[in-house]
């Protein structure tokens, strides 16, 4: 990590929560005009990395991304819409919730497809890790979110480390 960087102060979710909307063309979907999982991974790593970098003020890069659901099909025309926000930091690396919803405007119907967590680390033009300010949960969902988060924080570094001895 580079010396030369302090964290900031704290900030809120809110500063950086973020909003992304897609209508889905023809070039995003499969030949039954399904969207493909691979083009909704790829705006999702995208509405993630928004609220990562209003957070952190840094670049940032993917370090992992968890499990990842599709509920329900997003076809030709809808409209995609992503929520991401900043649910805990640790160090140099914060945990990003996005979820994504499905509208459509001609049958005024809005379904859950998808909800994903990244875990981003902030990084100088150099790749040097950075320290990322604190993260402050104001309402009670982001305070559910925090605590969540450091659960899961726990499980993926424990995997981690499995791999790892798997692989020696
Ligand atoms: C992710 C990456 C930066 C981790 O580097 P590393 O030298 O192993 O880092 P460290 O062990 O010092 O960990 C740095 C931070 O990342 C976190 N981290 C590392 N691997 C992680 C993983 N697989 N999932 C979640 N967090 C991870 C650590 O917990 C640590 O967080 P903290 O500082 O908040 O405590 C490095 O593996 C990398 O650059 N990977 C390629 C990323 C990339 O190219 N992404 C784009 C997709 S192709």
């Not at 370090?63 to 030709?76: G, K, N, Q, T």
């Not at 509208?103 to 100088?124: F, G, K, P, Q, R």
């Not at 300010?133 to 009670?140: F, L, N, R, T, Y």
């Not at 605590?147 to 899961?152: K, M, S, V």
């Amino acid at each position: 990590m580079s010396d030369n960087h302090l964290p900031q102060d704290p900030r809120p979710v809110r500063d950086s929560q973020s909003e992304m909307a897609e209508i889905v063309l023809p070039n995003d979907a499969n030949p039954l005009g399904a969207l493909l999982g691979g083009r909704l991974m790829h705006w999702i790593d995208l509405a993630g990395a928004m609220a990562a970098h209003r957070h952190s003020r840094n670049y940032v890069i993917t370090a992992s991304i968890d499990h990842l659901d599709f509920l329900v099909p997003v076809r030709v025309g809808d409209l995609a819409i992503l929520r991401s926000s900043v649910n805990r930091v640790f160090h140099t690396s914060m945990e990003v919730g996005v979820k994504v919803w499905v509208e459509n405007y001609i049958s005024d119907s809005c379904h859950h497809v998808s909800s994903a967590y990244l875990t981003y680390v902030a990084v100088d033009r150099d790749g040097h890790h950075l320290p990322v300010p604190a993260v402050i949960p104001e309402s009670d969902e982001e305070r559910r979110r925090y605590e969540d988060a450091g659960r899961r924080r726990d499980v993926r570094r424990a995997e981690l480390e499995h791999r790892r001895q798997r692989s020696l």
